[in-house]
């Protein structure tokens, strides 16, 4: 195919996807997990539903492409960090406050998305490996943090865990209706209570 020919494919595809994702976003928003089916989001996008499921081959491949779409910029900043050489309580510090903000910042996207999963999470196969990058890093975080006397003596497994239900928890509280006007005071009390409870016995610091 020549390269004119392909790039004007790529970008029809480009378009079409992005039609469909604000389509399924759209239906989500409105009606939940229920109302998005291939024939509303095909009448929905103004294509043919063979079109539809010739990008997705169900809803579930929809949903996590719009986790996908809406968090792309969040994990960029997160995968970003120096794992490797970064303090590790700053670290964590970095990676809660850009997840934070993120929750509060982009409001429509996680409450499309908590409706979806929390209305037909059992349906949803594989939709933590969205983030499992991300909870890798900062489980690694975590090990590094202890192994250095940075954490105190702890279960990284658990500790990694903790955190991961308090963004989840937040998301949904989010999604909700509630936390409106706590973006600023909120994570700053998370985050100090998160690290000071993190810190060795008589080691306190101020929150990043």
């Known amino acids: 195919m020549p390269r004119f020919a392909r790039e004007k494919k790529e970008a029809l595809e480009e378009m079409t996807k992005d039609a469909i994702f604000k389509a399924a976003f759209a239906i989500l928003m409105e009606g939940g997990w229920h109302e998005l089916t291939m024939e509303r989001l095909a ?3 103004g294509i043919a539903k063979g079109t539809v499921y010739n990008y997705f081959t169900s809803k579930s491949e929809v949903i996590r492409f719009i986790i996908l779409r809406t968090s792309a910029p969040m994990r960029k900043k997160i995968l970003g960090l120096d794992f490797e050489k970064g303090h590790p309580r700053e670290l964590l510090a970095s990676v809660m406050k850009i997840l934070m903000k993120d929750l509060f910042e982009n409001r429509l996207g996680v ?11 059992r349906m949803l196969p594989g939709k933590d490996d969205v983030f499992r990058e991300i909870r ?6 975590l090990e590094r943090g202890i192994r250095e ?5 702890c279960d990284p497994v658990v500790a990694e865990e903790g ?3 308090l963004f989840i928890g937040m998301g949904q509280r989010i999604s909700s209706g509630h936390l409106v006007g706590l973006d600023e005071a909120l994570p700053g ?3 100090e209570t ?3 409870g993190l810190a060795p016995a008589g080691r306190k610091e101020a929150a990043e």
């Open 149 to 153: 006397g940075v954490f105190k003596k």
């Open 43 to 45: 009448k929905k996008t």
């Open 163 to 165: 955190l991961h239900s």
């Open 136 to 141: 890798e890093r900062i489980l690694h975080t």
């Open 111 to 121: 409450s499309a998305v908590a409706k979806a999963l929390g209305e037909e999470s």
């Open 189 to 191: 009390f998370l985050m």
């Open 194 to 196: 998160v690290l000071d």
